[in-house]
């Protein structure tokens, strides 16, 4: 069982609301990912980050934000959530460095229902 | 285009039968290829990762296969059981970056009925 948590796991909320979805991961990893995935269909990746002060785009464009100031925590932001933002959103990690598999290892997800 | 291609999209079968579920990508450079097991409402766990060396590796009833040549892998399963009933994602890398991208199948949805 991978150490990283999400919290909400659930989430109803209003359109128009400022939402944050924790991540964090007791492992030490460097690295660290955020995805979005609705039923049935493949995972995008939506941010990431190497390390503190690190955060990156993916490849699906989303309106949320992310921050790295910690090794272990890598929470995204919704600033205005919309009824579009509902889906499923996962949080990973891996290890860095030679040697490593890179193998990600994910949190339980959140899903978030916007109304 | 970098595409990971699964089949069947479901599967339904009888506690104690074997199934073979496919993957084909045509990811390039091609670095190394994953099975996850994804319950529903969990995040996907590691079951199995080759690379471009590995034919086969087994992971108790799992077993992956790799054909590096025509870009294809199967995950075995083996006197199923009810809690293998789970989404069976397929993830390939390509290391052509220094993130090494993933790029993720729709998955295998199974079904295992007592």
């Known amino acids: 069982e991978a150490d990283i948590y999400q919290t909400p796991r659930y989430l109803v909320i209003g359109t128009g609301k400022k939402i944050t979805l924790e991540c964090s991961q007791t492992?030490?990893?460097?690295?660290m990912y955020w995805y979005q995935q609705d039923p049935g269909m493949e995972l995008h990746l939506i941010h990431y980050?190497?390390?503190?002060?690190?955060?990156e785009k993916g490849d699906l464009s989303s309106e949320s934000t992310v921050s790295r100031i910690r090794t272990e925590h890598f929470p995204l932001t919704l600033e205005s959530a919309r009824p579009s933002h509902t889906s499923q959103y996962l949080c990973?990690?891996?290890?860095?460095?030679?040697?490593?598999?890179?193998?990600?290892?994910f949190g339980p997800g959140t899903r978030l229902t916007v109304l | 285009k970098n595409q990971v291609e699964q089949s069947p999209q479901s599967l339904i079968i009888l506690e104690g039968k074997n199934c073979t579920l496919q993957?084909?990508?045509?990811?390039?450079?091609?670095?190394?290829l994953r099975w996850y097991k994804q319950d529903t409402g969990r995040g996907p766990v590691s079951l199995t990762i080759?690379?471009?060396?590995?034919n086969t590796k087994s992971n108790g009833r799992y077993t992956a296969t790799l054909d590096a040549d025509t870009k294809q892998s199967s995950l075995h399963i083996t006197a199923s059981q009810l809690s293998d009933s789970a989404s069976y994602i397929c993830?390939?890398?390509?290391?052509?970056?220094?993130?090494?991208?993933?790029?993720f199948g729709r998955g295998t949805q199974l079904t295992v009925w007592p």
């Open positions: 993830v390939v890398s390509d290391r052509g970056s220094t993130l090494g991208r993933l790029y």
């Open positions: 492992m030490g990893h460097d690295k």
């Open positions: 993957c084909n990508y045509t990811v390039s450079p091609f670095s190394n």
């Open positions: 080759m690379t471009f060396s590995e």
């Open positions: 980050s190497y390390g503190v002060n690190s955060t």
């Open positions: 990973a990690s891996s290890e860095s460095g030679q040697g490593s598999t890179d193998t990600q290892y």
